[in-house]
């Protein structure tokens, strides 16, 4: 299973950014996922969430990007998308798309290569 990330770039504060994600492999459809989600990581500090979509389930926001980012998934396209807007200084970071599948007790997470957001003051 493959998860190729794009979309990331330099942009003003108050701009946005759309990252995508697609997933490729042996999988079936982007339902085989139990969960898809966007991480982001600054150096020296641990990787958190940013957004995340459980399967046939409700979208989950870190309370710092609530109203401004939306995730979404396409499952015609196996891809997995976050719009990034209102975008700010601190929304700089290595962006990460992440995707857990298989069974539960089983389950494990596949990463993405990741995609860089400076946002600029």
């Known amino acids: 299973v493959q998860l190729q990330a794009s979309g990331g770039g330099f942009v003003q504060a108050g701009g946005s950014v759309r990252l995508s994600c697609v997933a490729s492999?042996?999988?079936?459809?982007?339902?085989?996922?139990?969960?898809m989600g966007w991480y982001r990581q600054t150096p020296g500090k641990l990787r958190e969430l940013v957004a995340k979509?459980?399967?046939?389930?409700?979208?989950i926001y870190a309370d710092s990007v609530k109203g401004r980012f939306t995730i979404s998934r396409d499952s015609a396209k196996n891809a997995v998308y976050l719009q990034m807007n209102s975008l700010k200084p601190e929304d700089t970071a290595l962006y990460y798309c992440n995707g857990n599948l298989g069974p539960l007790g089983m389950a494990r997470d596949y990463w993405g290569q990741g995609t860089q957001v400076t946002v600029s003051s």
């Open positions: 492999g042996t999988i079936s459809s982007l339902n085989s996922f139990n969960v």
């Open positions: 979509i459980p399967r046939g389930g409700s979208p």
